[in-house]
């Protein structure tokens, strides 16, 4: 059975973009693959505690390097459950709003339990090595102004590409990258670039 992650890290709810891309994005692949299992993370409503020595995940060396009290149990077992959740995950579906020019703090923080030496990359003699590279990432990104590449402001974008680096780092060379921009600069703005993103949404591969 195919299993499809879905992880939402905006705050903003029912009018949330990129919820709403996340949502369209899954509702496509369920039906064109219909024994899809969906797991959904709602970073927002549960969202991980920022990483300290103690709450890494088990297969963490700063973990190791901390000791094993009892204290540290339940931080490690919910820093183990999303690793797992991602390691069990075929396909990744994220949304990501910008936040400041950046992702939100609670997909930051995500991102720290999955980035595991051993798990999903490895160092050896010829040097750097993602483990994760069979899974499919496809991410929404949504930005209230406009930050594509000739714009003004091109350089204050750190979210796309903090992204592409992140999984590159585990082996996915090129997740699949929707963008709704603009959606701050009025209401006729916001609907066009919800429409086009949807409209990319639609020619998603069906696998």
Sequence with gaps: MTTLLQIDSSITGPNSVS??????????????????????RDLAAAAPAHVTPVNFPSAHPISAAAGDAPEFAAGRAASDAILDEFLGADIIVI????YNFSIPSQLKAWIDRILVPGKTFAYGADGLKGLASAKRVIIAVTRGNLYGAGQPTASFEHVES?????????????????????????PD???????????????LKAA
């Design 19 to 40: 919820r709403t891309l996340t949502a369209a994005i899954v509702e496509k692949l369920c039906q064109a693959n219909a024994g899809l299992q969906v797991i959904r």
């Design 95 to 98: 949304g990501a709003p910008m």
């Design 162 to 186: 903090y992204l592409r680096s992140v999984f590159a780092f585990i082996g996915i060379a090129d997740p699949e990258i929707i963008i709704a921009e603009g959606v701050q600069l009025g």
């Design 189 to 203: 703005a916001r609907e066009a670039a919800l429409d086009k993103a949807l409209q990319q949404t639609a020619g």
